[in-house]
């Protein structure tokens, strides 16, 4: 009679690429500043903020909808809804600052 052992198998893989997962996360954690694009959605010129589609920002976060705040207020001068731009995110714990903003021309 032959034992069957997928099942558990399978289970023994599913842990080890969980605790692959687990590193990956704790790798981006470490790393601070990350650089990626995105559309301008609004800006908030009063509350120094900017509302961003932005794409992934390699070690810190998957593409989303999210606003930032900038360090900078003139950073916002000139950007519209619309606008495609390059950024340069800093995170401080659980708060995320655009240090750089860079319209990209339109084509
Ligand atoms: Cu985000």
Redesign the pocket.
């Known amino acids: 009679m032959k034992k069957k052992m997928g099942k558990r198998g399978l289970g023994l893989r599913g842990a080890a690429a969980a605790c692959a997962a687990l590193t990956v996360i704790a790798c981006g954690g470490g790393s601070d500043t990350g650089r990626g694009e995105g559309i301008v959605r609004a800006v908030d010129p009063v509350a120094n903020r900017v509302t961003l589609d932005?794409g992934t920002i390699p070690g810190m976060?998957d593409a989303?909808r999210?606003d930032f705040a900038v360090t900078d207020p003139a950073l916002l001068d000139g950007l519209a809804p619309g606008d495609r731009v390059r950024i340069a995110v800093r995170q401080d714990g659980d708060v995320y600052v655009l240090t750089e903003i860079v319209e990209i021309p339109a084509q």
């Open positions: 932005h976060m989303m999210m």
